[in-house]
C-alpha cells in the first residue's frame, strides 16, 4: 500500500471517527478516555500486522481524530523504553525465540481491534456488548479488516482472545495465527505455551532477511 494510500484511509478513518463521536454511538466513549487504532507510524515494509484487543492504558490514546497527537515514530512494543503493556516483555522475549525480532522492529504494524480505549475491566462490554458497544465494536473491526485487506501482510496475529474473537471471522483469505492467552496478565506463565502460534508465524513470515 502507497504512503498515500494509507494516509487517505486514515483521513477517511478520521472523518468517521467524528461522526460516530457526535452520533448517538458517542456516548460509549466517556469524556476523558481516547481513541487508539496504530500503535506506531507504519513501517516501510509490513510483513505481520499485529492486532490487539484495545488499549487499556486510557491515559495514552494513540490515535486523535483531531491530530492533537501524533502517533509513536516506533511500534511500542518493541521499544522497552517506550512499552506501557504488562506483557510487552514476554512478547519481545517470545518473538527472539522465534527469530523474529527483527521482524517485530522493523516490519510489523501494531493495531487495535476495537476502539475507542477502555480500561481492562470494561472490555467484555466492548467484546459482547450491545448497542453503542456493538456499533464501535463493528465499525472498529470492519475498518481494521480493511486495513488488512488492503495491505496483504505475509501474517496476521490475533495478540489475546478478545481480539481472536472480535476478528477471526473478518480476515477472509488472511493467514491468521491466534495466540489467544498472550494478552492475559499472568506473569508466572511459561513461555513454551505460546510456541505452538508463534512457531506457526515463523513459518508463515519465512526466515528473516
Known amino acids: 500500500m502507497s504512503s498515500e494510500t494509507f494516509s487517505t484511509m486514515f483521513d477517511n478513518l478520521a472523518l468517521a471517527c467524528r461522526e460516530m463521536l457526535r452520533g448517538p454511538h458517542g456516548r460509549a466513549l466517556a469524556p476523558d478516555r481516547g481513541i487508539s487504532v496504530l500503535y506506531g507510524a507504519p513501517p516501510a515494509a509490513i510483513d505481520l500486522i ?90 472498529s473491526t470492519s475498518w481494521t479488516a480493511l486495513l488488512i485487506e488492503q495491505i496483504r501482510p505475509k501474517a496476521v496475529l490475533l495478540l489475546g482472545r478478545k481480539a481472536a474473537i472480535a476478528m477471526r471471522d473478518k480476515l477472509e483469505g488472511a493467514a491468521a495465527v491466534e495466540a489467544m492467552h498472550f494478552a492475559t496478565a499472568t506473569a508466572t506463565r511459561d513461555d513454551s505455551v505460546y510456541d505452538l502460534p508463534f512457531g506457526q508465524l515463523a513459518e508463515l513470515l519465512g526466515a528473516e532477511r
Request: aromatic share 14%; with cysteine.
Open 50 to 139: 499485529m492486532v490487539s484487543f484495545q488499549n487499556h492504558d486510557c491515559a495514552r490514546p494513540m490515535f486523535d481524530p483531531a491530530r492533537r497527537r501524533p502517533w509513536p515514530e516506533r511500534l511500542l512494543y518493541a521499544d522497552a523504553a517506550m512499552d506501557p503493556f504488562p506483557f510487552g516483555e514476554r512478547l519481545r522475549r517470545v518473538f527472539e525465540s522465534h527469530g523474529l525480532t527483527r521482524t517485530l522492529c522493523e516490519r510489523t504494524l501494531g493495531i487495535n481491534a476495537v476502539y475507542p480505549d477502555a480500561p481492562l475491566g470494561d472490555s467484555e462490554f466492548w467484546l459482547c456488548g450491545e448497542g453503542s458497544y456493538g456499533a464501535w465494536r463493528r465499525f
